[in-house]
């Protein structure tokens, strides 16, 4: 059995889960053992969430890169590590063993001390899809870096503010990617960024799609150079940084229910195991198996389940820069059968997308290879999935619906492929090690089955957020003070009949637009930032396809006409101060907002009118101006 700890049957589970329950330490220890220590802890678990203060197997010493390839190179070194397809079909792939890409991990780890990188620093990484970007990310652990990868489609203007706010000294980038039709320019972008930012020492910049780019002295180095110096060397290895199972692994900046993103802090030990352990039983991965995520690397389900879980299981993971509809809404199908993908895991936004197109881009496709399909990052509808199953799974094939957050590192509630069973559109029963309690909004524990409320985690998981960079009280308040004693997810939740968990979506004011997070108060104080803007307020609404659409009530104060110009305008603000994925899909020019008399916006009439209800907005009496709502619900957009 290549994997011990991996469980085979529903009695199995029951077993796992109550044992994690009893004795979590004992539990977790033993899943542990299974790893490569270069010192083994003193105490599995230590915690308190009133600070909060967890730390799991303390006083253990590792590096997580020899357990995603050192102690790979054995058993599995001439093995798939890494499957890269590109964006264009026509381009070539490429494939890494896991000898090469421990050898490039490596070559890169050296690189980055070359260039003055140390143990504990921050590397900022803004990169596209490409197999190097996997690189950098474990040759920052191998090194003891901290990394913090931003996604592609954020701004300068936001990766300015988490470069600053991480004090990130090190860039990497691209000159740019490849994204369906379009060309991003990266290394532009980041150029704008550091504009704020002159204490950023050093930029390394990979030629990926050879676009001219500006290369400022003494700043900017080009990774290929970089990589020319260690080989004149001869390539010396990359001796691991020797690092305390709670020393920090990675930041990864969120949105939260306040205007400014969170770094949500990961650590290395229990990160580790618990990526691994949900990757091993939620997908029940086989050795020799082809493991295909679609998130990209820039989100917590890419850490998890492209790079971190997949690689310390000696796993072959794919790695797709494109996008699922180009050059045609078969690209995800054409990438299944052309290297017999065996476990595909994708967002139910994806899957509506797909479904749009019809069975036409499915024809001449086998997908025989699959084995198991999962969905994160979003409530999937039973239509999508049950589509998914039909038309992708050819019903032969379990869905896995996972449920979890940036802040959780790994997968919490969902069932196990084949061996626990699933419900369209609920995520199912707690991994072992999970705790789900549902209370009510005073706070009180709502006990019993087939029952609705606010969905909070009792006691802590190995990968549980450890602290928000820089601001350990702003980490106590958005998660461990809003019910004393519990984790809050922000998520409401139903419990069926049988204990089945179904995600019913954010209870906060968090939006999640085709599962990209964002806030609010975020994208509100972006279209603020627009010069003639006075006031606005933002609410999510139902998209067909996205899950969740942005709606924004707008008082406009400018000389303009309040018209579709003015719209762009303001658009485009929103994409200036935050990045594409923010762009608001329907703005409203408003006279007022919905206030009450202590100034506070009424979010739940606003929502209502943005779902298409103009009346039964029920108690407006309590407003200062309740005749706002009128010509509000009558200019609404449809
Ligand atoms: C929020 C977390 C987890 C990685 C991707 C998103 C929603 C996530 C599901 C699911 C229903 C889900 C929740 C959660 N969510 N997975 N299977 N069913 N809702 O990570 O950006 O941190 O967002 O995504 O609302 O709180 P994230």
Redesign the pocket.
Known sequence: MPYPYQIQSMEEYQTAWKKSEEDPEGFWGEIAENFLWRKKWDKVLTWNFKEPDIKWFSGAKLNITENCLDRHLETRGNELALIWEPNNPEDHHRLLTYEQLHFKVNQFGNVLRNNGVKKGDRVCIYMGMVPELAIAVLACARVGAIHSVIFGGFSAQSISDRIQDAHAEFVITCDGSFRGAKEIPLKPIIDDALVSCPFVKRVIVLTHTHAPISMIKDRDVRWEKEIHKVENLGNPPCIPEEMDAEDMLFILY?SGSTGKPKGVVHTCGGYMVYTNYTFVNVFQYKPGELHFCTADVG???GHSYIVYGPLSAGATTLMFEGVPTWPDAGRFWSIVDKYQVNILYTAPTAIRSLMSYGLEPLKDKKLDSLRVLG?????INEEAWHWYDEHVGKKKCPIV??????ETGGIMISNLAGITPSKPSY?TLPLPGVHPVLVDEKGQEIVGNDVTGNLCLLGPWPSILRTTYGDHERCRLNYFNTYPGLYF???GCHRDEHGNYR?T??VDDVL?VS?H?LGTAEVENAINMHTDVIESAVVGYHHDIKGQGIYAFVIYGGEEDEDDFTRKAISLTVVRVIGVIARPDKIQFVKGLPKTRSGKIMRRILRKIAEGETSNLGDTSTLLDPSVVEDIAKGAIK
Request: charged share 20%; glycine share 16%; hydrophobic share 30%.
């Open positions: 969120t989100w917590i389900t969905t994160v990052g979003e409530p619906d996972t449920w979890w957050q940036t995520a997810t922000g998520d995600i979506g954010r999640n599962g997070r």
